[in-house]
């Protein structure tokens, strides 16, 4: 199943199958710019391939709520728990919230909703690339 952030679709970022993100690994979670991002990689047996989920908008680690989308420290030392973890499950709600499930445990939700000071959508992913 395709699925692209909710909502439309910004031109320069390629829809990323969802429930194809289960079986990658969190390979780095970081800031770029004004946004926090989570980069997987698919670990096919040939060349692997990498992504990276961009957020602007309210996420949450294992239910602890983040209101301040923009506190950069936070979402490095929350999302600190997700790095080198496996996909186990991945789909996008209803209210189109992206929901990330780990073997470890851990589960990242992003809002589908914008905020105040979203840009463009709540969450996207970019182009796959080969690593």
Known sequence: MQVSAPRG???????????????SFVVEIGIRQAWPFVGFCDNR?????ETRLYIDATW??????VDDVED???WLLTA???NGANVVGAY???DGALNVETDEGHTL???GEATASTVGEPWWFSHWLES
């Open 92 to 94: 996008v709600g209803t």
């Open 9 to 23: 679709f910004l031109g320069h970022h390629e829809p990323v199958d969802i429930s194809g993100l289960a079986g």
């Open 60 to 65: 949450s680690i294992d239910a602890a709520v």
């Open 72 to 74: 950069d420290e936070r």
């Open 109 to 111: 939700v992003v809002s």
């Open 80 to 82: 600190a728990r997700l």
């Open 45 to 49: 047996p040939t060349r692997s391939r």
